[in-house]
């Protein structure tokens, strides 16, 4: 693993403004573009709340093998 980090966001925004706004701030974090949402991250997030970013979701060079993300949520908060 080259990294980790947690984005924590709250408020009245829709979770797909959340999750969008999580992976802009993931990627500050890392000095990277952000990546392409294709059709297989798209669906595999859908159906586990989580998906790995490779290298074509990414218009520039990476130098890892994945950018995974999951949404970690906790209730009653």
């Avoid at 709250?10 to 969008?20: I, L, P, S, W």
């Avoid at 798209?42 to 994945?66: G, H, L, N, P, Q």
Wanted: aromatic share 10%; hydrophobic share 35%.
């Amino acid at each position: 693993m080259t990294g980790d980090t947690v984005v924590e966001l709250g408020g009245d925004d829709t979770r797909t403004h959340k999750v969008v706004e999580g992976l802009r701030e993931a990627c500050v974090r890392f000095d990277l573009a952000s990546p392409i949402w294709l059709e297989p991250n798209i669906t595999e997030f859908r159906r586990t709340a989580k998906t790995r970013f490779r290298s074509d979701s990414f218009v520039e060079d990476i130098d890892f093998d994945y950018l995974e993300i999951q949404i970690i949520e906790e209730d009653g908060i």
